[in-house]
């Protein structure tokens, strides 16, 4: 009876001549320079081996996860851990350590990773995930919503870190640098629909919600009920997201019109996504218009720690600067002493709150200083209708002082927007202007606790 042939070797005699295909075991061709065969070690690759060693030795010591459990380690998790209701001497499943899913969204952020659903995937099979994990069985779900859930609690953890390193005497809101950037939405262009559009969606989602509910009295034993439940649960938020996208569409309209009558243009039709109905369309450093959030961080420039941050959807940062110093105002009871901004952000409007309101001196550049030198004008003069505080920026901006202190807007916040750029930050994993705020969150607590740790680095080696 003939050897048997590979499927391998079947295929190759249909692409090549099979006479000139070598052999497939290379110890059996001819040695031209000396007598017998080459003795090679050959890879076998189906040999059952016994190996021995704990999560501990598979991942090294200097490695990137156990900076980042030491780390965690060091937070106040309290909030979290009020919640468990397991508690000893009473019966319930035991809980999952809020400090393991803490730290596998931070090293999830650092790597540039935002699904729950990979972040599953690799702790089964990426050593630094596993031994975050230490043998505790997660699941995207579990995942999913210690992330989404816990909006406040993620908001109290970037005070409690910041305000420790303000005790420290590592931050000291001196002055601040404030900057935003464009994040994609998790909605695509085609999402976004018209009034009539979005009624039409709006009648069809009712009529299905409507449909799966007689179906379900009338035939109980088509589906179980787990699948039941999940259609019924897609129909209702579909239906509540067409709802949301109409009331926003109407909110975005009464926006443009009441810009329409300061500009004097048409006011254009206004569009809503059925997929994230808070999304806006705005204009992206390449030039183009896609669905996305204009995220916000406020960094001191002194540790490059962040102190604040927020996620909108507003085109522009005109009004982004007085909302942040109040936030900041709320987090540590501090106002900053200066903020560096870009032109974006210098409106009359917003200059003047931070003066009045929060006594913060705003350092931005003014605008078409060239063509006002050019035509004779001092650019740095008092203009018509300027506020004294507006007044004293133009002028502030004209001195050496305030050029030299400018410098530094761009080694923070722009540092800090290429640090979130190269951890991932580019389109939002998530839906929802609440949720997105969580992830600006994660990426803010990430880049603390690395930044905390080079801090105490930095002062233990001024000390010795």
Known sequence: MGKKRSACHVAAELLFDIEELPERNPCRTEAASHVGQPRLRIPVRDQVEFRSASLEELLPPNH??????????????????????????????????????????????????????????????????????????????????????????????????????????????????????????????????????????????????????????????????????????????????????????????????????????????????????QARHMKFANGGYAPGYNTQFMTDTHSGIIVGVEVTNAGSDGQELPPMLDQVRERYE?????????????????????????????YAPLKEVEKQLAKGTDPYAKKKGDTPAVAAWRERMGTVAAKALYKLRAQTAEWVNAQCRNHGLWQMPVRGQAKCRIVALLYAISHNLMQTLNLHAKAAKMTT
């Open 334 to 362: 501090q106002d900053p002493a200066s903020a560096l901004v870009d032109g974006g952000f210098a409106s009359k409007e917003a200059i003047t709150d931070a003066a009045e309101n929060h006594g913060c001196t705003v």
């Open 64 to 277: 990137e996860a156990r900076l980042v459990w030491e780390a965690v380690c060091r937070l106040d998790l309290s909030p979290w851990l009020s919640e468990v209701k397991a508690v000893e001497g009473h019966v319930g499943r035991n809980a999952t350590d809020p400090r393991l899913l803490v730290a596998l969204w931070v090293y999830a952020t650092l790597q540039g990773e935002g699904s729950a659903r990979e972040i599953a995937r690799l702790c089964t099979c990426h050593a630094a995930y596993q031994w975050l994990c230490g043998g505790v069985p997660l699941n995207h779900h579990t995942l999913g919503d210690f992330r989404s859930q816990g909006g406040e609690k993620w908001d109290a953890l970037l005070s409690e870190l910041v305000g420790g390193l303000m005790a420290a005497e590592l931050v000291t809101l001196q002055c601040v640098a404030q900057d935003g950037m464009r994040v994609r939405a998790n909605a695509g262009k085609s999402s976004f629909r018209r009034e009539a559009t979005l009624e039409h969606c709006l009648a069809q989602a009712q009529q299905q919600v409507e449909t799966l509910k007689r179906l379900a009295e009338e035939n109980p034993d088509e589906l179980d009920r787990r699948k039941r439940a999940a259609r019924e649960r897609a129909a209702r938020e579909r239906e509540e997201r067409i709802e949301e996208a109409l009331a926003n569409r109407k909110q975005l309209e009464a926006e443009r019109e009441k810009r329409a009558k300061t500009t004097g243009e048409p006011a254009k039709e206004a569009r809503a996504s059925t997929t994230d109905p």
